[in-house]
């Protein structure tokens, strides 16, 4: 495809496509996006796993937040394109309704959410930290989870589930 050095169109006005290939959730799934689209757009409207969401789009709110290759990222920061090849788990890939994974039973149980909209940053900020912190205190928590902003909780009983999460999860390993 010819393109144009100056504009980003190409010679038919036309913004440059391609293809691009990701393992979404174990799924090896193909995209077909504008060179210009964030990863959040094409994991919403071409994927359609609208779990993933969209706020702020400056990278402020953590709505959009997904693992890319083992890291968490805020999807909002990224162009699809740069993220061809990738492994990504979206928070889809984290449990299901019928079976929650252990972090969000936690949520669950202590309303650790209202709306949900904030849920992918904080559960996947929850995740990494008791990854590496089996036993986490509230101001530790707090640090880890500041990058996400939450609308309807007023953040303690965020707090509350990551905590409680944390100490079910010492629980089973000491078992
Ligand atoms: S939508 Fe990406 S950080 Fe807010
Ligand atoms: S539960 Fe509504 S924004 Fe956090």
């Known amino acids: 495809m010819s393109m144009s050095d100056t504009s980003g169109v190409t ?14 959730n174990g799924e090896r799934r193909t995209a077909e996006c504008e060179d210009r689209q964030l990863l959040v757009e094409v994991i919403r409207e071409q994927l359609h796993l609208k779990a993933t969401h969209v706020g702020c789009l400056n ?12 890291q968490i ?27 929650l994974s252990p972090l969000q039973e936690s949520f669950w149980d202590n ?7 904030c849920l992918p940053g904080h559960l996947f900020a929850a995740r990494d ?6 036993d986490p205190t509230d101001e530790e928590i707090r640090h880890a989870i500041a990058g996400n902003l939450c ?3 007023g953040y303690q009983r965020i707090v509350t589930s990551i905590r409680e999460a944390a100490a079910r999860a010492r629980t089973v390993a000491e078992a």
Do not use: H, M, W, Y
Request: glycine fraction near 14%.
């Open 11 to 24: 010679e038919s006005g036309q913004p440059p496509r391609r293809t691009i290939t990701l393992t979404v």
């Open 59 to 70: 990278g402020d709110c953590g709505a959009c937040t997904l693992e890319l290759d083992g």
């Open 73 to 99: 990222v805020k999807s909002c920061l990224l162009l699809a394109a740069s993220a061809d090849g990738a492994e990504v788990r979206t928070v889809d890939g984290l449990g299901t309704p019928q079976e």
């Open 111 to 117: 309303d650790g959410f209202q709306c949900g909209f």
């Open 129 to 134: 930290l008791i990854a590496v912190n089996a």
């Open 151 to 153: 609308r309807c909780t």
